[in-house]
């Protein structure tokens, strides 16, 4: 088989059927694929959408296969699930909230078809209201912690900002094409990293492996990005995100390089926090909490303990 979508969904129901509608619309004509569906124990009806949506009779529909988890997982684990179960020779793993535009497969097939030394490619990412986002940028390292920290993120780290396909440290798995060979070969994602690095940790590990990572401006999707508009509920996803950060870290530099990129990682929020103070919109608690978690990531309830109490509830 050439190509299975892998979509990982946790209670995205809207999303997701809009994610496979686009499946749907976009798939090229006389390429043999299929979809899985990993519904992360949702509890908004979502794995009642996709049968409905499978009972729709797509064109796609019997290429369809849902995979409905009883306890709450994390994204790297899940990912590697699909990848392991796939039987395409590509894999296009794709967030419940992501929307594929029109040509964004044959671009994303076509750039790896194109340089067999390629494992994995991501497609440009828009907001919804179509605005090109940063999903492509250099692994991070002491270098580009420093580059932040002077307020030189878009010069430094940033890449993928041409129009041409590029070689770049990593991409987002919101929508990444991964040649399956190259996954297995590094032994799919790292389930340590429950979500937000796994797929910094898993770029990482195909390009010490020999392999190049792509993007690809002309391969286009639309990602929802569902984030909690309350800090409450945000605070899980901001420790979570410092806690992946600090992993990879302590995986590729070690404890003590870790433990030093803290306070540089922290700093870039402080004036951030302080000119919140002066800016409409903008909650400097929100910035402090990006602090706090930088420098402490060790500390705080992040969405693995949220999964557990999910589960331990059910």
């Known amino acids: 088989m050439r190509l299975t979508y892998c979509v990982v969904n946790t209670n995205g129901r809207d999303f997701l059927v809009r994610c496979l509608d686009a499946i749907e619309a976009v798939h090229p004509d006389g390429v043999e694929g299929e979809i899985l569906v990993l519904d992360n124990a949702s509890a908004d009806g979502s794995a009642d959408a ?6 729709r009779g797509s064109r796609l529909a019997e290429a369809t296969r849902l995979i ?10 899940n990912d590697s699930r699909l990848l392991r179960e796939a039987r395409g020779e590509y894999c296009l793993l794709l967030n419940e909230d992501s929307e594929l535009q029109p040509g964004a497969v044959e671009a994303l097939l076509g750039a790896l078809d194109a340089n067999p030394r390629a494992a994995a490619a991501g497609a440009q990412l828009l907001d919804p209201a179509g605005t090109p986002q940063p999903c492509a940028w250099r692994l991070p390292g002491p270098g580009t912690t420093l580059a932040s920290a002077l307020f030189l993120h878009r010069l430094f ?10 070689e770049v440290g990593w991409v987002q798995s919101a929508a990444m094409l991964v040649r399956r060979s190259a996954a297995q070969e590094v032994g799919y994602f790292d389930p340590e990293f429950f979500v937000y690095s796994d797929e ?3 770029c990482k590990r195909l390009r010490d492996a020999g392999w190049a990572i792509l993007h690809v401006p002309s391969a286009r999707a639309i990602h929802h990005e569902q984030l909690a508009t309350d800090l409450g509920r945000e605070r899980r996803r901001i420790v979570e995100f410092h806690r992946g950060r ?11 390089v870790a433990a030093l990129l803290r306070p540089l990682s922290a700093w870039p929020y402080l004036p951030r926090a302080l000119a919140a103070l002066f800016l409409p919109g903008h909650d400097p608690r929100r910035y402090l909490a990006h602090a706090g978690a930088a420098l402490r990531p060790g500390r705080g309830e992040g969405l693995r303990e949220a999964a557990a109490a999910f589960n331990a509830a059910r």
Do not use: M
């Open 157 to 166: 780290v940033v890449q993928g900002q041409g129009s041409e396909t590029s």
């Open 200 to 202: 910094t940790d898993f």
């Open 246 to 256: 600090d992993r990879y870290f302590r995986k590729h530099y070690g404890r003590v």
């Open 50 to 55: 996709v049968r409905e949506w499978i009972a």
């Open 68 to 77: 409905p988890l009883e306890a709450r997982t994390g994204k790297a684990e």
